[in-house]
């Protein structure tokens, strides 16, 4: 009789305890399922991609805006080869790291044009 008091009572002391880690695993799964955190969740998510689509079109505007300024300066002949500068043994840096001299544009500003 002991016995089964023993085991009984062990039983039901797993069974409360796992009721309780139940208990908190719903109360835990129910908050974040909330209507209120989905919507933030989902809120959150659109103002990052927001956010991401307007930093892509400032960059390809800033891209166009430099690619028109060295189009323009090698119309207007404001362009120089660097090649014609260095000898060929010469190494280009930019920010310290070698650079192929052939990816490299060097543009003269106005007032630079006007003094020579």
Do not use: C, H, Y
């Amino acid at each position: 009789m002991m016995r089964r008091l023993g085991w009984f009572i062990t039983g039901a002391a797993a069974g409360a305890g796992a009721m309780r880690v139940a208990k908190r695993r719903v109360r835990t799964v129910a908050r974040r399922l909330s209507p209120r955190r989905v919507q933030d969740q989902v809120l959150s998510g659109v103002r990052s991609r927001v956010d991401a689509v307007g930093d892509a079109v400032r960059e390809g505007r800033a891209a166009k805006s430099n690619r028109e300024r060295a189009l323009r300066a090698r119309l207007d002949g404001r362009v120089e080869r660097i090649d014609e500068r260095l000898a060929p043994e010469d190494t280009v840096l930019l920010d310290g790291e070698p650079v192929d001299r052939d990816r490299l544009i060097v543009v003269r500003s106005d007032a630079d044009q006007r003094v020579r």
